[in-house]
């Protein structure tokens, strides 16, 4: 069973710095996708970044400069270093790892609540 755990969401000054992090766990084929992707009330969820099994970045243009995407330990985890925050980044913030070549899957985990205000 898939399972990912977010961790490292909290309040946060305009200007400051969070890092979140998700473990995944019951993963057993390569070829994977991991990313972010953040929602706030009333609206989709939307791409945060996302990062390849081979190593390929890919960024909101709202973030881009300001997060940095990075994966670790064979794609069991990632992490999203969020600089410069800014109170238009509150949201809740999802993990997610998807493989688009047979088997194909999509999990999300719980979520993590990130604040950004003064």
């Known amino acids: 069973q898939v399972q990912l755990v977010e961790s490292g969401g909290g309040l946060v000054q305009p200007g400051g710095s969070l890092r979140l992090s998700c473990a995944a766990s019951?993963?057993?084929?390569?070829?994977?996708?991991m990313g972010w992707y953040r929602q706030t009330p009333g609206n989709s969820r939307e791409l945060v970044a996302t990062v390849t099994s081979g190593g390929t970045t890919n960024y909101a243009e709202s973030v881009e400069g300001r997060f940095t995407i990075s994966a670790h330990n064979a794609m069991k985890t990632v992490d999203l270093q969020m600089d410069g925050l800014r109170p238009e980044d509150t949201a809740v913030y999802y993990c997610?790892?998807?493989?688009?070549?047979?088997?194909?899957?999509?999990?999300w985990g719980q979520g993590t609540q990130v604040t950004v205000s003064s």
């Open positions: 997610n790892v998807r493989r688009i070549y047979l088997p194909k899957f999509n999990y």
């Open positions: 019951g993963i057993t084929f390569s070829g994977t996708t």
